[in-house]
């Protein structure tokens, strides 16, 4: 910026958008139909968000690959072809990497750029705004697309940095994978992320250990090939998809109903309460859950895979204060 000259003039761009997910990528798009300026400021190297960052083992989304898409463009919607009921992170990175090149929307994109600060001057009527490599952007908007999962959260735990082996973040995953062949592995939480890494993790881990503070309730996804048949009917009619009485998510709440209620009989549920995993009844191949725990009190985290025999037979869960 430079001194004497009028708010206008200092504007570099008309908004700055922070993060290029689902969220920055659209609202980029939408500035530009508007006719406005704009560049959007991300951390990653990439686009994709959410999906950039969490590349771990059988990360999906949780929602149907149909509905878990951009619906402003109706070509776009009748392109892409998702595969899965629920699509795998590669698939989503993919999709939106497809999104930021058909709208050529990465022009206006800064990648490795790190906002630390925004500052509001109300006689120019500007903000601007600095990033970790000291770039200085002036706007007159500021939009934060910054999600709320793209940061990661270590717990404080005792020993933790004296570990001796290595460590990784399901947000934070390597992108050239890590090979847990023969080795012992340990995993902390049972979450949404968890209970989907679980499963690949104990294919090839020779003992997979989880530990786990607050137990879940678990829902089978009954994730599938897309049928071409449903695929096709809804890019008929993307009402269907876009309808606000849209008959498919209440079909999706009765299919997890139907799972929760008898999961909630004894023949079903696994307690993870007593210090090691401990059926009551014979174990459901979908449940990591606790009686205590009744559905729709905790967060519902959907088993994307059927845990195989190995999980059942090298996983060994500890549970500390449960609640
Ligand atoms: C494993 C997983 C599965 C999920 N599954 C589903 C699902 O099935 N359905 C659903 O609806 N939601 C799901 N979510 C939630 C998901 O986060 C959102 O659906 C969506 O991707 C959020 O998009 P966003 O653009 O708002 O934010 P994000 O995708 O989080 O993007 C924010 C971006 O902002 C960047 N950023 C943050 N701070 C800064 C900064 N200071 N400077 C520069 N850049 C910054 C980040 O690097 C990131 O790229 C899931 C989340 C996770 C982690």
Not at 130 to 149: F, H, K, N, P, S
Not at 280 to 303: E, K, N, Q, T, Y
Request: glycine fraction near 8%; charged fraction near 25%.
């Amino acid at each position: 910026m430079h001194e004497g000259a009028n708010a206008s003039d200092r504007t570099d761009v008309d908004v700055v958008i922070v993060g290029a997910g689902f969220a920055g990528l659209y609202m980029l798009h939408e500035q530009r139909k508007a006719g406005r300026s704009a560049v959007v400021l991300e951390a990653a190297s990439g686009v994709g968000g959410t999906w950039y960052w969490n590349r771990y083992p059988g990360a999906r989304c949780d929602i149907e690959s149909l509905e878990y898409s951009y619906s402003f463009d109706e070509d776009l919607q009748q392109e892409w072809q998702w595969s899965e009921r629920y699509a795998t992170q590669p698939e989503i990175l993919q999709y939106l990497e497809h999104v930021a090149d058909r709208f050529d929307l990465r022009r206006d994109i800064r990648f490795d750029s790190r906002v630390l600060a925004a500052t509001w001057d109300d006689d120019a009527a500007t903000w601007t705004v600095r990033t970790e490599a000291g770039d200085q952007i002036a706007a007159r908007w500021v939009v934060m697309a910054t999600g709320c999962l793209s940061s990661t959260m270590l717990p404080d735990i005792e020993g933790a940095a004296t570990f001796a082996g290595p460590t990784y973040h399901t947000g934070r995953w390597p992108h050239e994978g890590v090979d847990f062949t023969g080795l012992r592995v340990g995993v902390i939480g049972t979450g949404s992320s968890a209970i989907q890494a679980i499963p690949v993790i104990a294919e090839q881990a020779a003992h997979l250990y989880v530990f786990q503070r607050t137990p879940h309730y678990t829902v089978p996804a009954h994730n599938a090939p897309l049928d071409p048949a449903v695929r096709g009917r809804i890019k008929v009619d993307t009402t269907i998809k876009c309808h606000p009485y849209n008959y498919r998510p209440i079909l999706s709440c009765a299919h997890i109903l139907q799972d929760i209620v008898p999961n909630d009989r004894p023949r079903n549920r696994v307690s993870l309460r007593d210090g090691v995993a401990g059926a009551r009844g014979p174990p459901s191949p979908h449940m990591v859950g606790d009686p205590l725990a009744r559905p729709g009190l905790r967060a519902r985290v959907f088993a994307r895979e059927l845990l195989p025999r190995r999980w059942r037979e090298t996983v060994v869960a500890a549970s500390a204060d449960p609640r």
